[in-house]
């Protein structure tokens, strides 16, 4: 094996432990009466209100991880409380990644959106790939591109 594919495989391996202990350290969903699993709205925190238009493609932990996620954002640019978030029309799509470090390969989903919260006016790109049936899920909640921007630049900036 020669130092590339060392090196590879390490940093392949480091993202794969650095996100099985990030979802191992998220809440269970809560439940609310008449919706199986739908994460309930808290006195302080982010609650996607357009979440179950998606609950055929997302369960409702990964929306739950979401809403945590990017919550922690909001906190982070001085924005603390209730708040309510929607997921951009025309914004979610869904891809495929194939992974090849399991017998047989694996394809992958690959979930992206952009993710609106008027009262912090403040927007985000949201990617998670994978989930609880795959080898590996991970979720980036990142500042929007210019173009993709909606509210007054708020001078998000992504953490290396």
């Given at each position: 094996?020669?130092r590339?594919s060392f090196?590879l495989?390490?940093i ?5 432990i650095v ?6 350290t998220l809440?269970?969903p809560a439940?609310?009466?008449g ?5 309930k709205a808290?006195k302080n ?11 055929d493609?997302?369960d ?6 979401v809403q945590?996620?990017a919550?922690?954002r909001?906190i982070?640019?001085?924005?603390a409380?209730?708040?309510?978030g929607?997921?951009?029309d025309?914004?979610f ?12 390969p694996v ?14 006016k ?7 790939s994978?989930?609880s049936?795959?080898?590996y ?20 900036v992504?953490?290396n």
């Amino acid at each position: 094996m020669n130092r590339r594919s060392f090196a590879l495989i390490l940093i392949a391996s480091t993202v794969l432990i650095v996100a099985i202990v990030f979802f191992l350290t998220l809440q269970q969903p809560a439940k609310n009466e008449g919706q199986q699993g739908a994460p309930k709205a808290t006195k302080n925190g982010l609650t996607i209100t357009n979440a179950q238009q998606y609950t055929d493609k997302l369960d409702w932990s990964v929306i739950t991880s979401v809403q945590d996620a990017a919550y922690r954002r909001i906190i982070a640019h001085g924005h603390a409380g209730a708040y309510q978030g929607v997921i951009r029309d025309n914004s979610f799509r869904i891809s495929y990644v194939t992974y090849t470090a399991v017998d047989p390969p694996v394809n992958v989903p690959q979930y992206q959106f952009l993710l609106d919260i008027p009262a912090a006016k403040q927007s985000y790109s949201v990617s998670f790939s994978g989930g609880s049936t795959y080898p590996y899920s991970i979720l980036y909640v990142l500042c929007p591109g210019a173009g993709q921007l909606i509210y007054d630049d708020f001078g998000c900036v992504d953490e290396n």
